[in-house]
């Protein structure tokens, strides 16, 4: 069956990095595009950054535009979330998200930006 496994959050201090990773199996993960999506406290899940099956094409929420990076190695069947320049405002739970047939979700992964 489908498993998304989302790891790499963390604490971390505005302007700082993280880069999360989410490990796809039970699926072919090449032929499928993938998505980061993230829950603030008290906010409805939102789009965070998308990646077309073969990654050249791309697409961010306007928030993190230039700051936040998607990719995937189709090798290792896992798409990436580098963060950077990091603000509190970017605290929430970043969900991997797949669509195979159905919409796929991991179990997430808290990041906390905080000084």
């Known amino acids: 069956q489908v498993q998304l496994v989302e790891s790499g959050g963390g604490l971390v201090q505005p302007g700082g990095s993280l880069r999360l990773s989410c490990a796809a199996s039970?699926?072919?993960?090449?032929?499928?595009?993938m998505s980061w999506y993230r829950r603030a406290p008290g906010k409805e899940r939102d789009f965070v950054a998308g990646?077309?099956?073969?990654?050249?094409?791309?697409k961010y929420a306007d928030s993190v535009k230039g700051r936040f990076t998607i990719s995937r190695d189709n090798a290792k069947n896992t798409v990436y979330l580098q963060m950077n320049s990091l603000k509190p405002d970017d605290t929430a739970v970043y969900y991997c998200?797949?669509?195979?047939?159905?919409?796929?979700w991991g179990q997430g992964t808290q990041v906390t930006v905080s000084s």
């Open positions: 998200r797949a669509f195979v047939g159905s919409i796929y």
């Open positions: 990646i077309s099956n073969t990654g050249p094409t791309t």
């Open positions: 039970g699926f072919t993960f090449s032929s499928y595009a």
